[in-house]
């Protein structure tokens, strides 16, 4: 049986062919990680996360821990588990497409961060993709959206900015920051700034 096509659009890949497109790249992901709350002896999870490099600088700047890196490109992930992998510290999986469709390879509560590394756009099912992030979240967990502010009004939306807040509370998180990044690189196809939206499990109701 032929396989399904992957769950995210192979021309919108994150990762840049040429040296400028993946400098770009790595600069972004710096700016992701510094919004990130890293501690030692975390297990943080990337989804979408290229070639491995930000999932590899996550673990350098914990110490001691564990991070783990899903792709939908099994290309990507071989190479990643070949310039990177470490059993049990630097982990990378492909997800999408198989039997399990969008869910994710890993149990329910195991990760104390979860990040997305594309923005939402990307994605051929956002609204999964979130699910899949919430539902791996431990209760005290934060995950992470690398979105970016549009600079044209032309560059289509696949979850509504106002839409956001409803979509993320509907899956048992809350925004509680949005940093926008002036000065991190535009990247291609005339986007602005680089905006870092931070959420967290809602406390329990009464």
């Known amino acids: 049986m032929r396989a399904?096509?992957?769950?995210?659009?192979?021309?919108?890949?994150?990762?840049?062919?040429?040296?400028?497109?993946?400098?770009?790249?790595?600069?972004?992901?710096?700016?992701?990680?510094?919004?990130?709350?890293?501690?030692?002896?975390d297990?943080?999870?990337?989804?979408?996360?290229?070639?491995?490099?930000l999932v590899e600088e996550a673990w350098r700047?914990?110490?001691?821990?564990?991070?783990?890196g899903l792709s939908t490109s099994p290309q990507l992930v071989e190479l990643a588990v070949r310039l990177r992998g470490i059993p049990d510290r630097l982990e990378f999986k492909v997800w999408g497409g198989g039997e399990d469709g969008d869910r994710?390879?890993?149990?329910?509560?195991?990760?104390?961060?979860?990040?997305s590394c594309v923005p939402l756009i990307?994605?051929?099912e956002p609204v999964a993709v979130l699910y899949e992030m919430a539902r791996v979240l431990r209760p005290d967990g934060?995950?992470?959206?690398?979105?970016?502010?549009?600079?044209?009004?032309?560059?289509?939306?696949?979850?509504?900015?106002?839409d956001?807040?409803?979509?993320?509370?509907s899956m048992g998180l809350k925004e509680v920051?949005?940093?926008?990044?002036?000065?991190?690189?535009?990247?291609q196809e005339g986007r602005g700034a680089v905006v870092v939206i931070h959420a967290r499990r809602c406390p329990p109701g009464p």
């Not at 994710?104 to 990040?115: A, K, M, N, W």
């Open 142 to 162: 934060d995950a992470y959206l690398l979105e970016f502010e549009p600079s044209t009004a032309k560059i289509p939306q696949a979850v509504p900015a106002a």
């Open 177 to 187: 920051g949005r940093n926008r990044c002036e000065t991190a690189p535009t990247g």
């Open 4 to 41: 399904a096509p992957p769950r995210l659009s192979s021309r919108r890949l994150a990762l840049g062919v040429g040296p400028g497109a993946l400098g770009r790249r790595h600069a972004v992901d710096r700016v992701l990680l510094d919004q990130m709350k890293v501690a030692a002896w």
């Open 122 to 124: 990307r994605y051929l």
């Open 43 to 53: 297990r943080l999870l990337f989804v979408e996360c290229g070639d491995g490099w």
């Open 61 to 68: 700047r914990m110490g001691k821990g564990c991070v783990w």
């Open 164 to 169: 956001l807040g409803g979509l993320l509370a």
């Open 104 to 115: 994710f390879p890993l149990p329910d509560r195991s990760f104390d961060g979860v990040v």
